[in-house]
C-alpha cells in the first residue's frame, strides 16, 4: 500500500492509480470469530475493545462486477465499532455467515474475522467491471447502506429492503482498514474543502441525523419545530443540531458535562440541559417516576416555553418513558437506536391520548446520503470530529466512544500519515471558516 500512498500524495492521475500492482494483503481492524465468548460474564461497560481489536495484515478479497476497491485514507469510529468488538448485543460472525449463504459473493464476507467499520474517505483504486460512474483516482467518501440492487424489495425506499445491511458491521471488509471493498452504489464525492478524516466522519451519523429529522421518511422537520435532542454533542447530536439550526427550528440539547454545554453554545444552541447537574431519575429501581419525567418537562418548557415537536431519540431503555411524555401533542418521537438497552417501557396513554407518533429510522438511503454529503460538501453541514487516532490504536478510539468520553466523531487515520491532508479545495475552506469546521477539534475533550 505504500506505493498507492505514494501516488496519491504526489497526485497521480487515475491511469497511474489504475496500473498500481494492488497489494495481496493489507492491513485491518478486525475481531476474531474465537474471541466471542472473552468477555462473558463481564459487565458491558467493563468489556474492552482494546483487548478485541487486532490491527494485522489481512488478504485481500476478490473483487465483484458492482464493487470498487478504495484506498482508505481515513475512517471514524461508530457506535456500532463499539458493540462489534464488545461482541453486543450478539457476535457479528452471525451477520457475516447469513450473508454468505446468500450467494457467491457473499461467500466471500463469511471469514473467521470480522474487519469493522463504516465509514471512510479515501481514492478508489479499481472498479469492477459493472461500475460506470467511478473511476480509479477518484476522491471519494462512503456511505455504509448496503444493499442488493437485484432484489426487487430494494426499489421504493433501499432502508426497506428486506437484505438491507449496514457496510462493516453487517458485512465484512470495512473501513477501518487501509484498503477497503465497497459497492459502487455506497460511493459519494468527497468533500474537497475537508482533510481526510474530516471528510471520513460524516457519512455514518450525518446521513441518519439527516433521515430522522429532514428527509420525509424520518420526522419531517417543519420551520418553528420545537426538537429534544439526545446527547446532542455525540456522534448523532452534533448533526441533528446543525440539522434543526439550519431549517429553522429550535434545538433543545441535552448533554452531560459543562464543557458539552459550552460547545452546544458555541455552536448556536441556547437551549441546553445538563442531565447530570439536574440528575433525573427517570427510573427507581423497576418502575419509572413520573414526577422526574414531569420535572424534565418543565425544564424543557422553562428554556423554549414549549414542548419539543419532536424528540431526537436514540439512549433507549434509560430516556423513551421520558421522551414519549414530553414530546408535544401530536408531536414525534423519532428512534434510531437504544444504546441503554432496547427493552423499552413507556406510559401508552401519554401516546394516544396526545396522538403523538414514535417514528422508527434507521442510516439512510442512497439519495438521502448523497443529500447529506452535498450538505458537507457545500459547508452547509461542518464535520464534528473531535480527536484521531492512528489505526494501530482502534482499540483506544473504540474505548473512548464506548465509555462516553469523547465529543462528536472521532476519526481514524489509515493510510494518511497525519492530520489536514487532502484538502483539495483551500478557497471554499476558507469562506466555510476554519473555526466552524474545527469548533468540534478544538473544544476535544
Ligand atoms: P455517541 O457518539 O456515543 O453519542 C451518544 C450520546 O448519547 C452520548 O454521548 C451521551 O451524551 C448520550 N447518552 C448515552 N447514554 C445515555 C443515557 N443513558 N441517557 C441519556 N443520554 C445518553 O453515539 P452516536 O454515534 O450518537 O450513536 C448513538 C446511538 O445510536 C448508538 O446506540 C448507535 O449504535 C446508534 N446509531 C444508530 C444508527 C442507525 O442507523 N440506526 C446510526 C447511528 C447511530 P451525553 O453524555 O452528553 O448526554
Known amino acids: 500500500m505504500r506505493a498507492v500512498l505514494e501516488a496519491i500524495q504526489a497526485g497521480a492521475s487515475g491511469e497511474e492509480i489504475a496500473a498500481i500492482p494492488l497489494p495481496d494483503h493489507f492491513r485491518a481492524a478486525f475481531v476474531r470469530k474465537e474471541d466471542v465468548g472473552m468477555f462473558e460474564g463481564v459487565p458491558s461497560p467493563q468489556k474492552d475493545p482494546r483487548q478485541s481489536l487486532h490491527v494485522e495484515e489481512v488478504a485481500r478479497p476478490e473483487l465483484a462486477p458492482d464493487e470498487a476497491y478504495v484506498a482508505v485514507m481515513a475512517s471514524s469510529i461508530n457506535f456500532n465499532s463499539v458493540w462489534t468488538s464488545i461482541f453486543e448485543p450478539l457476535p457479528t460472525f452471525a451477520f457475516l455467515s447469513r450473508l454468505g ?13 470480522h474487519v469493522l467499520g463504516s465509514d471512510a474517505s479515501g481514492v478508489v483504486l479499481k472498479v469492477g467491471s459493472a461500475v460506470r460512474n467511478w473511476k480509479p483516482g477518484d476522491r471519494v467518501t462512503v456511505h455504509c447502506n448496503y444493499v442488493d440492487d437485484q432484489d426487487p424489495t430494494a426499489h421504493d425506499d433501499s432502508m426497506l429492503a428486506a437484505n438491507q445491511r449496514i457496510w462493516g458491521f453487517e458485512s465484512n471488509f470495512g473501513g477501518l482498514a487501509e484498503l477497503s471493498v465497497v459497492k459502487a ?34 420526522a419531517d422537520m417543519k420551520q418553528g419545530d420545537v426538537v429534544l435532542i439526545w446527547g446532542a454533542t455525540g456522534g448523532l447530536g452534533g448533526y441533528a443540531v446543525q440539522y434543526v439550526l439550519n431549517g429553522g427550528g429550535t434545538p433543545v440539547g441535552v448533554v452531560s458535562s459543562p464543557e458539552k454545554v459550552k460547545l452546544l453554545e458555541d455552536m ?16 427507581s429501581g423497576d418502575t419509572q417516576d413520573e414526577a422526574e419525567w414531569r420535572r424534565f418537562g418543565k425544564d424543557i418548557r422553562a428554556l423554549v416555553g414549549d414542548d419539543p415537536n419532536i424528540v431526537f431519540e436514540h439512549p433507549g431503555r434509560q430516556t423513551m418513558g421520558a421522551s414519549v411524555f414530553v414530546t408535544k401533542r401530536g408531536g414525534t418521537i423519532v428512534t434510531c437506536a437504544a444504546t441503554s438497552g432496547y427493552m423499552i417501557e413507556y406510559d401508552n396513554r401519554h401516546l394516544w391520548m396526545k396522538l403523538k407518533t414514535i417514528r422508527a429510522s434507521h442510516f439512510a438511503n442512497y439519495r438521502e446520503a448523497w443529500a447529506a454529503n452535498a450538505l458537507i460538501a457545500k459547508g452547509a453541514i461542518q464535520p464534528t470530529l473531535s480527536a484521531t487516532y492512528p489505526l494501530d490504536e482502534v482499540g483506544e478510539a473504540t474505548y473512548q466512544v464506548h465509555r462516553n468520553l469523547h465529543e462528536g466523531k472521532i476519526g481514524v487515520l489509515c493510510l494518511a500519515p497525519g492530520e489536514g491532508q487532502g484538502i483539495d479545495d483551500p478557497e471554499l475552506r476558507a469562506k466555510v471558516g476554519e473555526d466552524r469546521i474545527t469548533m468540534f477539534r478544538r473544544h476535544g475533550v
Open 101 to 113: 449463504k446468500e450467494s457467491a459473493w457473499g461467500k466471500r464476507h463469511d471469514l473467521p474475522y
Open 268 to 283: 448556536g444552541c441556547a437551549a441546553v440541559i445538563d442531565r447530570r447537574a439536574a440528575d433525573y431519575k427517570f427510573w
Open 185 to 218: 452504489n455506497q460511493l459519494m464525492p468527497k468533500p474537497a474543502h475537508l482533510s481526510w478524516e474530516e471528510a471520513a466522519c460524516n457519512a455514518l451519523c450525518n446521513s441518519t441525523s439527516y433521515r430522522m429529522l429532514v428527509s420525509k421518511n424520518g
